[in-house]
């Protein structure tokens, strides 16, 4: 059953880090493959407050994206986020269609 990342940026406060994040999360996608279903694209409010935007990444099962998360690779990257943006991240299990 697949399963989803999803991180909604709240707000950049150091573009800096998240140009190192940004590379080094490419780096541990390469490793794991996630396959992105949305990456910061157009946006539409309709509850709550605003958003700088969303990022979905799809993985094959909740432990494939756990260990993506939890991997040396993305935690090294990820130190970069922290200090570049406020950001809230969540991984959730999919359903699928049967």
């Given at each position: 059953m697949p399963a989803y990342?999803?991180?909604?940026?709240?707000?950049?406060?150091?573009?800096?880090?998240?140009k190192i994040y940004g590379e080094k999360a490419e780096k541990s996608a390469a490793v794991h493959q996630p396959v992105p279903l949305a990456l910061y694209g157009r946006l539409r409010h309709t509850d709550g407050g605003a958003v700088e935007g969303a990022v979905i990444l799809e993985f094959p099962t909740f432990e494939a994206a756990e260990a993506w998360y939890d991997s040396p690779e993305y935690q090294e990257a990820v130190a970069h986020r922290f200090?570049?943006?406020?950001?809230?991240?969540?991984?959730?299990?999919?359903?699928?269609?049967?």
């Open positions: 990342f999803v991180a909604v940026r709240e707000a950049v406060n150091d573009p800096e880090q998240m200090r570049g943006a406020t950001y809230r991240t969540f991984i959730i299990q999919g359903v699928t269609g049967e």
